[in-house]
Every structure is written in structure tokens, then in C-alpha cells.
């Protein structure tokens, strides 16, 4: 079993900025992504941003439009790790912030992490 090591989150102040890192235990598949999931209180947990690694190298990122701008993802094919840049943050960003990845050629994750409160105060 593949497992999601996350570190940070925590409080922040509105428009300030927070990192937050995931590190697989193994490689999940010959060719993955990587991403995150938030879920606020009340709603669904939804997709934020995610990378994805072809065969040949190259790479490929998509974002949320709520976070477009403001939200970084970055990852480290050979180390299984992933980073989320968050800037100028909301108070409509706090949520559970969930790690995830899965095959690279399929749309599902397979793997989760446990989930980092992230809480952005006004």
C-alpha cells in the first residue's frame, strides 16, 4: 500500500500565504499525478490542482478557476512529492486540504492522505 505523508497547514491571516507538501512512500504507478482535494464544511470535496507526468518527461498542471492565480502546484517526479504554493489566501479556502494520486492515464486517485486543516482568517 502506497501511503500520502503530508506536512503543513495551519492558520493563516487573510491574503497571507501557506505551503503545504505531500510525499509518497513509494512510487504509486510507473506513470502518475498527483494532486489536491479540499473540502469545506457543508460541501463536497473538490478538485484544487493537480500534476501530471507523461512517459516522456513533460508535465502537466490544471487548477480549480476558484484558485487560478493564486495557488501554485509543483512536484519532484523522482522524489513522489508534490507542493501547493497558496497565496493571497481567502477565508473561502479554508478546508480540509486532502493529498492524492493515481495513474497518470486514468481520471481516478487511488491514494489519499489524511487530510491538513488549512484555515484563513479574515
Known amino acids: 500500500q502506497v501511503q500520502l505523508v503530508e506536512s503543513g497547514g495551519g492558520l493563516v491571516q487573510a491574503g497571507g500565504s501557506l505551503r503545504v507538501s505531500c510525499a509518497a512512500s513509494?512510487?504509486?504507478?510507473?506513470?502518475?499525478?498527483m494532486g489536491w482535494f479540499r473540502q469545506a464544511p457543508g460541501k463536497e470535496r473538490e478538485f484544487v490542482a493537480g500534476i501530471r507526468w507523461s512517459g516522456t518527461g513533460s508535465y502537466y498542471k490544471d487548477y480549480a478557476n476558484s484558485v487560478k492565480g493564486r495557488f501554485t502546484i509543483s512536484g519532484d517526479n523522482g522524489k513522489n512529492t508534490v507542493v501547493l504554493q497558496m497565496n493571497r489566501l481567502k477565508p473561502e479556502d479554508t478546508a480540509v486540504y486532502y493529498c492524492?494520486?493515481?495513474?497518470?492515464?486514468?481520471?481516478?486517485?487511488?491514494?489519499w492522505g489524511q487530510g491538513t486543516q488549512v484555515t484563513v482568517s479574515s
Open positions: 492524492a494520486a493515481g495513474s497518470a492515464l486514468s481520471g481516478s486517485y487511488n491514494y
Open positions: 513509494a512510487r504509486p504507478f510507473s506513470s502518475y499525478r
